[in-house]
């Protein structure tokens, strides 16, 4: 089935203008990446999704945890994180290929609301799992309703409960039903870390992100932590940094305007955690990445 996936979706791409890159497609939620070369890891938000590798490999980097991925896996986010992902496999011969899904909140509660009683909540927010035939064949029709956009608006919404149902039933489950839980743990937690996504230029106080969770400062700071690998105040300060980040990419060379842009009060505190971060002091960075050099290797 993984053959039939990747003949859809490399039928779409033939209508795109690039061959590589990250496409978006007529599916809500629904990228595709495609590389020729293995990509340089990078911290990202990763939002609640399936990615799926159809072809090559990838990693993904949370805290201390590593995991790999490859042809026929899929990563399972379910609570938005910070992680630091990378292309593993990938060359000119046999590209990297995957489909990366955005998951349905509400579409996944009203199907597991139907469902008979569901296994015990994991904690992870992060995992790998290997792929059911009857995800597969969803995700396959699904591909395939990309070169048939006429039909999307009539046939998506089916396919997509189907595939709530496939991910629900699958080994997927346990990750999900805590996603899909309302006022649950990871429901809360995500409560949270939208305010964080919305307001870390603000100072922003532990116990005001534990009283937007409806949780006691002790009990946030335990799930979050289990959830993201990191404490409240380290997640903003990554987050500021890969914000930072950003801007800097955008072209500007004024390291002090990106400090004070993501709520630093002294540049210099700046410079010395975005080189703690990223390996190098924010100027030599972006110029390494504008040249094509990873942070480590130019380090």
């Given amino acids: 089935m993984l053959t039939e996936l990747s003949d859809a979706l490399k039928l779409y791409l033939t209508s795109q203008s690039e ?12 990228v595709i990446g495609h590389a020729n070369a293995q990509k340089l890891p990078d911290y990202a938000i ?24 490859r042809q026929g896996q899929a990563l399972l986010v379910s609570v938005s994180l910070l992680a630091k992902g990378l292309i593993t496999q990938a060359s000119a011969e ?16 009203e199907v ?13 927010g992060l995992s790998v799992h290997a792929l059911g035939p009857e995800v597969l064949d969803c995700l396959v029709r699904l591909a395939r309703l990309l070169n048939s956009p006429d039909a999307l608006p009539v046939l998506y919404p089916g396919m997509l409960r189907e595939l709530s149902y496939w991910l629900l039933k699958g080994d997927t489950g346990a990750e999900l039903w805590a996603l899909t839980k309302p006022e649950g743990v990871s429901d809360r937690i995500e ?17 005001d992100l534990a009283a937007t969770a409806g949780m006691s400062l002790t009990s946030f700071h335990r799930h979050f932590k289990v959830l993201t690998r990191l404490t409240p105040i380290q997640y903003l300060k990554q987050l500021r940094l890969v914000e930072a980040r950003k801007i800097l990419d955008a072209g500007t060379d004024n390291v002090t305007g990106a400090a004070f842009a993501v709520g630093y009060e002294s540049a210099a505190q700046f410079s010395r955690d975005y080189s703690r971060f990223y390996g190098l ?19």
């Fill in 19 to 30: 061959q590589f890159g990250v496409f978006d497609t007529p599916i809500p939620g629904m």
């Fill in 191 to 207: 409560s949270a870390l939208a305010l964080l996504r919305t307001d870390f230029a603000a100072p922003i106080r532990v116990e």
């Fill in 112 to 124: 597991g609301a139907s469902l008979a009683v569901p296994p015990e909540p994991a904690g992870a």
């Fill in 281 to 299: 002091p924010p100027k030599r960075d972006t110029l390494a990445r504008r040249l094509g050099i990873s942070s480590l290797t130019a380090a």
């Fill in 94 to 109: 046999k590209p990297f290929l995957g489909v990366t899904i955005g998951l349905d909140t509400a579409m996944l509660r």
């Fill in 46 to 69: 990763y939002r609640p999704t399936l990615g799926v590798v159809v072809q090559g490999a990838k990693q993904v980097w949370l805290g201390n945890q590593v995991l790999d991925y």
